[in-house]
Every structure is written in C-alpha cells, then in structure tokens.
C-alpha cells in the first residue's frame, strides 16, 4: 500500500471501513456468518455440517459461493475494462461494479427481499477486492486483514532494524479502517436494522464518484493513475 499515492492510500482505507461496515451488519443479520471473512465461514460451514445444522451450512456455503463469485466477477471486470479502454479503466470499472451490486441490494431491501439483499453483498464486497489490482493480484487487501496483520507484525519488527515505519503503519491504518466500519455499521445497525443497507450503498456511490473525479482531473491534467 506504501507504493500508492496519498489519495488511493486513502481510498483503500475507507474501503477497509466499508468492508468492515458490511461485514458487521451481515454478521448481524444472519446471525454469526460472514459476508467477507471467508475463513471464518469456512469454520462455520465444516462445524454446522459435523453438527448436523444443516441450515447453518448451507448460508455459510452460500456466502462462501457468492463471495468467491464476486472476486471472479470483480476480476472479470478489471480485465475486461483494462483490455476494452486502457490499464487505467480497471479500477473505475470494478468500483461501478460494486456500486450497482450495493445498489441492487438496497432495492431488495426495499422490496422486503431481505435476505436476498445480505447475499447480494457478499457477491459485492468479493468483487470489492479487485479494486486494488496489479498483475492479476491483489495488491491492497481489502476485506480481509489476518495477511495485513502478520505483514504488520514483520514491517515492525523491520523498523527495528533500519527498516522504516511507514510500512507498517499503512497495514495498522488498513486493521484500523476495518475495525472502525466494523464498530459502526453494528452501531447503525441497532438503530436503523435492514435499512442500514442504504447506507452501505449510499457511502459506497460516494466513494465511487468521488474516486471517479479525482482520478478524471488526474487524466486531463496528465497526471499519472
């Protein structure tokens, strides 16, 4: 995350904050499953299957198929949009992506298609891990942070040893940013319920336009994406 500018360093946290909104209010609603921490529903669906919870399993199945094909989806898309326009399009194209899936859900909510809309986030914030891409990689993980904190741990222990600082930190302000939506999409979702999905789409819409002038002024001026 080090190697990106200020701005997208700032995009990527409050994507992390977002991510850690959406998986907060999942886990909510669904009663303990993930909509992004797939190892954990991993956990969930080889336990309720030796339990005999057969509902159990298969939700957390479910979201472990919906968010494997989101990443596909968001992939997809990166490609496509890159080998379509030029290699500065991807990103722009997967965040548009996510925005019309978040917006989806909101209009389930609004159809009383509840659980519906909580998968169709799941399918959303896979895709969301494409935003970051390099060579057909990740480059900054986005919704999942056990990665983020052992590189942390290792980039510490770096700047122990001549290594600087700022490593490590860009990978705590990432755990932060998911830690603090986490907090605040449960908070939210006491008060405001399902409805908390408008929020998701709406803060996810922002971002999106936002990202999307910033990077457009950057083009016209010539400067580099």
């Keep these: 995350m080090h190697t990106y ?31 992004s921490f797939m190892s954990g529903n991993t956990t969930r669906f080889a336990t309720a299957a030796v339990e005999g919870d057969g509902n159990l399993a298969v939700l957390a199945g479910s979201c472990l198929g919906l968010f494997l094909g989101g990443v596909i989806l968001g992939a997809l898309v990166h490609r496509l949009a890159r080998n379509r326009w030029d ?48 060579d057909g990689e ?11 904190l052992v590189k942390m741990g290792q980039r510490l222990v770096d700047s122990f040893f001549g290594g600087g600082h700022i490593r490590w930190i860009s990978h705590l302000l990432l755990w932060l940013g998911l830690a603090t939506g986490a907090v605040g999409g449960a908070l939210v979702f006491e008060i405001l319920g399902i409805s ?30």
């Design 87 to 134: 290699l500065t399009r991807g990103r722009e194209a997967v965040m548009v992506t996510v925005t019309a899936l978040f917006g989806l859900s909101a209009l389930l909510v609004a159809l009383d298609a509840e659980r519906a809309a909580m998968l169709v986030l799941s399918v959303g914030i896979g895709a969301l891990n494409s935003v970051f891409e390099r």
């Design 196 to 225: 908390t999905v408008y929020v998701i789409a709406g803060y996810m819409l922002l971002l999106t336009v936002v990202s999307q002038v910033v990077r457009e002024g950057r083009r016209r001026a010539g400067l580099p994406l």
């Design 5 to 35: 500018r200020r701005g997208e360093q700032l995009l990527a946290v409050a994507l992390t904050v977002l991510a850690g909104f959406v998986d907060s209010v999942g886990f909510l609603y669904l009663g303990g499953v993930f909509l």
């Design 138 to 148: 990740v480059a900054v993980p986005l919704t999942y942070m056990t990665g983020t």
